[in-house]
């Protein structure tokens, strides 16, 4: 399975941070064409962007957690969205828009440890 990855882009000498407009990402979560995965995989923020994740049916969350205990959220104060099961479906069809859940990108602070490494995934 694969798991998004998340980064940082630095802005352009000739602008600064404060004056880039901020974007909004979205990720799809389980989405029926590929229930399994992010979609898309991979996500390129800065800081002030934002990433909306999109929750389809069925079970799903995402959470900040150690490589080792993936469907544990991490006790270090980062982040878990709560799990999303409960869906307006109509023969197995979502009614209305997807449920969604917002990450603010505050900073390009990463784990320099690179035995420790973090993922995101999804139940």
């Not at 998004?4 to 404060?18: G, N």
């Not at 590929?34 to 923020?45: G, K, L, R, S």
Request: glycine share 6%; net charge negative.
């Amino acid at each position: 399975m694969d798991s998004p990855s998340l980064s940082s882009r630095e802005a352009t000498k000739s602008t600064t941070a404060s004056a880039r407009e901020k974007e909004t990402h979205v990720v799809k979560v389980g989405a029926r064409e590929d229930p399994h995965q992010f979609d898309p995989h991979t996500v390129i923020a800065a800081p002030g962007d934002v990433i909306s994740f999109e929750f389809y049916p069925r079970n799903h969350s995402v959470v900040k957690a150690d490589y080792k205990a993936p469907c544990v959220p991490s006790n270090k104060g980062l982040f878990y969205s709560g799990a999303f099961d409960k869906f307006n479906e109509v023969d197995g069809h979502l009614q209305g828009g997807p449920p969604t859940w917002e990450l603010t990108i505050n900073d390009t602070e990463v784990c320099s440890d690179l035995s420790y490494n973090f993922i995101y995934v999804y139940i």
